[in-house]
T-cell receptor, first 115, second 115 residues
Framework: AQSVAQPEDQVNVAEGNPLTVKCTYS??????LFWYVQYPNRGLQFLLK??????LVKGSYGFEAEFNKSQTSFHLKKPSALVSDSALYFC?????????????FGTGTRLTIIP | ETGVTQTPRHLVMGMTNKKSLKCEQH?????MYWYKQSAKKPLELMFV???????ENNSVPSRFSPECPNSSHLFLHLHTLQPEDSALYLC??????????????FGAGSRLTVL
């Protein structure tokens, strides 16, 4: 069975500092990894994905994520946090040869950027 | 707007009521999904329709009944719900089978409260 762990329910970062939101995964095969963000009173929005290739993936709003196969991690990062980055972030995983009906989400990490 | 519209945004119902949630996507996608979002839990996939046929039903209680009359519309019919069914219900769509794509586009959700 595949799974995703987001070990931190809450992450607080000062504005202008770098931020990291952690995600580890477990799948029996090649993973297809995603980050989604949910702003208040909105649905989830796609941020970025990793399929194959370069381990550093760049996405929307200046976010990037690094795929680390040996550590089975896919941490979300941004060099300089903005107050507008405050939101709920979800990591998700599925196998390459399956559709979204097999997509597994984490429990989410609430990111708060402190002015 | 994300291209996926959900109505109503908020719904309060008694345990004996019958109501429906509606989802409409304007993206030309051919797969639609219902998810349940509860605090501090992973998103729970409830139903998937691909090309208007149901392809996934994750042991959802029969008090939830989906309907997909065409590729643009998805309904979730609710009857004799329980208080623990109170949650945010998210609709999503995607283009099934599209190589390298397959990201989900979510609606803003319907916040359901069962009294």
């Amino acid at each position: 069975a595949q799974s995703v762990a987001q070990p931190e329910d809450q992450v607080n970062v000062a504005e202008g500092n770098p931020l990291t939101v952690k995600c580890t995964y477990s799948v029996s095969g090649n993973p297809y990894l995603f980050w989604y963000v949910q702003y208040p009173n909105r649905g989830l929005q796609f941020l970025l994905k990793y399929i194959t290739g370069d381990n550093l993936v760049k996405g929307s709003y200046g976010f990037e994520a690094e795929f680390n196969k040996s550590q089975t991690s896919f941490h979300l990062k941004k060099p300089s946090a903005l107050v507008s980055d405050s939101a709920l972030y979800f990591c998700a995983v599925r196998l390459l040869n399956f559709g979204n009906e097999k997509l597994t989400f984490g429990t989410g990490t609430r990111l708060t950027i402190i002015p | 707007e994300t291209g996926v519209t959900q109505t109503p945004r908020h719904l309060v119902m008694g345990m004996t009521n019958k109501k429906s949630l509606k989802c409409e996507q304007h993206l030309g996608h051919n797969a639609m999904y219902w998810y349940k979002q509860s605090a501090k839990k992973p998103l729970e996939l409830m139903f998937v329709y691909s090309l208007e046929e149901r392809v996934e039903n994750n042991s959802v209680p029969s008090r939830f009944s989906p309907e997909c009359p065409n590729s643009s519309h998805l309904f979730l019919h609710l009857h004799t719900l329980q208080p623990e069914d109170s949650a945010l219900y998210l609709c999503a769509s995607s283009q099934a089978g599209a190589a390298g794509a397959n990201v989900l586009t979510f609606g803003a959700g319907s916040r359901l409260t069962v009294l």
